[in-house]
């Protein structure tokens, strides 16, 4: 079993920042891919950051030059540093990982965290 958690949600102004951690835990063997998605009220998930399997990153339109993702490979964490925060950032932000387990070495799940709630308003 592998568990996903985030921290460093909050209420912030419009142009504002805040740093997005999320740790992951359990049986890992391999981690192939680990980023960031939101959900706001009445929308689609969407992708906000990732690293991809080969170690780039992608992110979305809407947030290119303001966010920017990082990596703790030695803690299994990965950051999300949120910069001029705008109101239409609103939105539950899930920490997500493709991982390996001991359990299964050669087979990748994808594993979710639970969501840290991003308020941008005045």
């Known amino acids: 079993q592998v568990q996903l958690v985030e921290s460093g949600g909050g209420l912030v102004q419009p142009g504002g920042s805040l740093r997005l951690s999320c740790a992951a835990s359990?049986?890992?063997?391999?981690?192939?891919?680990m980023g960031w998605y939101r959900q706001a009220p009445g929308k689609q998930r969407e992708l906000v950051a990732a690293?991809?399997?080969?170690?780039?990153?992608n992110y979305a339109d809407s947030v290119k030059g303001r966010f920017t993702i990082s990596r703790d490979n030695a803690k299994n964490t990965v950051y999300l540093q949120m910069n001029s925060l705008k109101p239409e950032d609103t939105a539950v932000y899930y920490c997500?990982?493709?991982?390996?387990?001991?359990?299964?070495?050669?087979?990748?799940?994808?594993?979710w965290g639970q969501g840290t709630q991003v308020t941008v308003s005045s």
């Open positions: 690293f991809t399997r080969g170690g780039t990153t």
């Open positions: 359990g049986s890992i063997f391999k981690i192939y891919t």
């Open positions: 997500n990982a493709g991982v390996s387990t001991w359990g299964s070495l050669s087979y990748e799940n994808n594993y």
